[in-house]
């Protein structure tokens, strides 16, 4: 534990502040403690939260203290990070069973034992008018105007809520009330994790050492992994869902995916290595996917998993089979209409598909088998009898065997 682990902390980093922080810091000789916020908005840890996770991961197993700060508070506030618009707020019970959901998902990567688990809403929740009124008064408007995503929307006319002035402070004062050496964070938040530092330094405190990790772009090339934007890998996925998914991306993201999912925690130079290969033809995109998919996939399911999952999206994909271990399903009573099985609530009560509509619309796309047979009525009822023993298929990654 000291500045020769330097090198090993700063692996995939995006930006250090300031840029000698994080040596002084280690100089100390003491375990540090480095800072984690995550706002339970959604159901799933990404590959793209996980970045930064493992980050965090790195600091716990070189003997710092990892301090998860659950923003059971600032997600009913919600961070205008790279927002255009203003989100809406959640309520407090639906934040609840995110937080409860995600915990679960953190421990995949993070140490429980070695985790120290904070609510922000332990002390920001109790803060009254004159506490909010001074820390207003510790920023301006014209610093708040500094961040791009509140430029480009004061530049364009589009609304601003005071409410969302505040989370910068409000996520600030988690830094304040944690006493953080180093608070970890995406690239999105950088302006946030530097109010920190100013609310520590208002507070008497050791300003904390911001470090960014860059953002993992989604399956869909363009923009940053997102839950809301539907181009995400889930850590918490199915081993066959995750390798589909990975082997799936553009050819162009390869590096990143390498460096930032896999290599920056265990060879840093790997993903160079790759990229030089892709470069000069002598790696073939499509093998180096597959590794990729093979190797996340045992990062979360265990040894071996990515090789079983890779050999069931041959047999799908390659062969045209339906797998042999198709998990199986009774048929839901709810499922039923007049007697008969209404197809779009069948994939909705089995969660083949979120919503009665999104069936409808997979149905109509062609992305609905039942035993092979491609469905093309997006009211297509049937005798439950018929179905018995069938398996159901959404898209190439999904069955079921009705029973």
Known sequence: ?????????????????????????????????????????????????????????????????????????????????????????????????????????????????????????????????????????????????????????????????????????????????????????????????????????????????????????????VQKMSQSLDNYIGISEGPDEMFGKLVRVSDDLIPEYRRLVLDFFADPEESERVAAGLADGTRDPWREKRRIGREVVDLYHGAGAGQEAEARFDAVHREHEIPQDVPEVEIPPGSLRRGRVWLPRLLADTGLASSNAQARRLIGQGGVRIDGGTVDDPDLELDPAELIGKVLQVGRRKFLRLR
């Open 1 to 221: 534990m000291g500045p020769a682990d330097l090198p090993q902390l700063l692996a995939g980093a995006a930006d250090v502040v300031p840029e000698d922080g994080l040596e002084h810091k280690l100089a100390l000789g003491r375990p540090l403690r480095v800072k984690l916020g995550l706002d339970p908005t959604a159901a799933d840890v990404t590959l793209g939260w996980a970045v930064v996770l493992r980050k965090l991961r790195q600091f716990q197993d070189l003997g710092h203290v990892a301090v998860l700060i659950v923003g059971d508070f600032t997600a009913r506030v919600g961070d205008p990070s790279g927002k255009g618009e203003t989100r809406p707020r959640l309520e407090k019970d639906v934040v609840q069973a995110y937080a409860d959901r995600l915990l679960e998902q953190f421990w995949r990567i993070l140490d429980r034992d070695r985790t120290e688990v904070r609510y922000n809403s332990e002390w920001l929740e109790p803060l009254g008018m004159e506490d909010v009124l001074r820390l207003t008064a510790s920023t301006t408007v014209a610093r708040m105007l500094e961040r791009d995503d509140f430029a480009k929307r004061y530049a364009q006319g589009r609304p601003i809520s005071v409410m969302e002035f505040l989370y910068p402070l409000l996520q600030g004062m988690d830094s304040v009330a944690t006493q953080a050496d180093v608070e970890l964070g995406g690239t999105d938040q950088r302006f946030n994790l530097l109010v920190g530092r100013d609310l520590q330094r208002d507070h008497d405190q050791e300003p904390q050492v911001a470090l960014t990790m860059p953002l993992l772009v989604g399956t869909d090339g």
